[in-house]
């Protein structure tokens, strides 16, 4: 049976995702190359980090799902962010969207493929500093981290 709550989860999810693409496939070189207040990255690093960013979420719900938690910390995401950026810093606009698209189909299918048990099932979060956290929690997350980037890297390429 299919779950409604993972139905909505994956839906919001695929219409931030969708927003995100049509935004990195629309914005302009100059604009891409901005730097995002507050962020410390450029346009282009924004998007390709929610990109990567929905690779982690993808192996994290899966994790959860099954009751195995999250090992990584807090400090842990904060560097493998930071390298991140400077591997992502040449990435182009053409190249972020079909990153953004295939790791977020992927994310979605995850998403839509949880059960109501899957969901409500808790494990270590550690990046919460191991706090015991319900995979729902954790699935709503990606729509969540999608637009919050997406609304401050428009902001940065004055679309806000």
Known sequence: MVSERAAALADEF??????????AQSCP?????????????????????????HENSRR?????????GVPESADMIDEANAAHAVRAAAATPAETATLLEDAGAALEAVLRGCSDEELDRTAPFGPAGGR???TAELAAVPARHTREHLAHARAAAGEA
Request: charged content about 20%; hydrophobic content about 55%.
């Open 14 to 23: 695929a219409a931030a995702n969708a927003e995100v693409v049509a935004f």
């Open 132 to 134: 015991m956290f319900p």
């Open 60 to 68: 994290w719900v899966e994790e959860m799902a099954r009751g195995h």
């Open 29 to 53: 070189a100059d604009r891409w190359a901005r730097t995002v207040p507050g962020e410390g990255w450029t346009v282009g690093v924004v998007m390709h980090h929610i990109a990567e960013s």
